[in-house]
């Protein structure tokens, strides 16, 4: 694993549950990655992937929320991959969190070499690139972790489709105007399917949707009640609050 090189600072996040070093330039951990670790539905002794984990943060806040969970986090980027390697030690999770370099778009034989067999994992994390590269950032870093190329969504969900044994679940995080598209993605491989928008403030459109699929189950889809981030004047919200700072779970499994 490369050593730490960027420019970074070291930020805590979760109310101070975890300390990440992240590049003071491109991607940095935000709502996002809390808010999906929130909604991954492993259990300990389990083992989840991260896939595109960038420097661990939705990865490492489920290990720390999920005792005897096991995580590998999929990081393509070498800067990136070293800074999530670093950021498991820093946190104390050697024992059961391992960051390995690795293109979500390898090959099968690519993922066994690295410890992740067809089938053996019970649950995926993803936040994908989901933004369209109309004007690309200069940045390469922010590039790569934001801009998504034709087909991606697809890939990626054939990524955790082969990862995931039966029964496996994938949870993801994806833009809120493009809803239609994860489903479309999700339906060849996945189902039932449980969405969960995300509000900025009151009387706002969504932003975010969280999802949630089990692999080669059906059943009708699931639109839960909104997750509401802020009050009208700007304060978080007790619910937001439980999950960003306390490191609460987000349920997308209700009946």
Not at 1 to 13: F, G, I, K
Not at 36 to 53: I, K, M, N, T
Not at 197 to 223: C, D, Q, Y
């Amino acid at each position: 694993m490369p050593a730490e090189t960027a420019e970074t600072s070291e930020d805590a996040v979760l109310g101070g549950r975890l300390m990440l070093r992240q590049p003071l330039r491109g991607h940095r951990v935000g709502h996002d990655a809390i808010l999906l670790a929130a909604a991954a539905s492993a259990r300990s002794g389990e083992h989840a992937v991260d896939l595109g984990s960038g420097v661990g943060g939705a990865g490492l806040a489920l290990a720390r929320r999920i005792a005897g969970v096991a995580v590998t986090l999929v990081e393509i980027d070498p800067e990136l991959a070293a800074l999530a390697a670093g950021n498991v030690q820093r946190n104390g999770l050697s024992g059961r969190v391992r960051a390995v370099r690795l293109d979500v778009d390898s090959s099968a034989a690519d993922f066994i070499a690295a410890g992740l067999a067809p089938g053996s994992v019970a649950c995926v994390l993803m936040n994908p690139p989901f933004n369209v590269a109309q004007q690309p950032s200069p940045d390469p870093a922010r590039r790569l972790a934001h801009a998504a190329s034709e087909g991606t969504l697809e890939r990626w969900l054939r990524a955790a489709a082969r990862l995931l044994h039966a029964d496996g679940v994938v949870t993801l995080i994806w833009r809120a105007d493009g809803l239609a598209d994860v489903l479309a993605a999700l339906g060849k491989d996945f189902g039932p399917i449980t969405v969960l928008p995300v509000h900025p403030k009151p009387g706002a459109a969504a932003i975010r949707v969280l999802v949630r699929a089990t692999k080669g189950s059906r059943a009708p889809l699931k639109l839960l009640p909104g997750l509401l981030l802020a009050e009208t004047d700007g304060k978080p919200t007790a619910a937001a609050e439980a999950v960003l700072r306390k490191g609460e779970a987000l349920s997308l499994t209700e009946n």
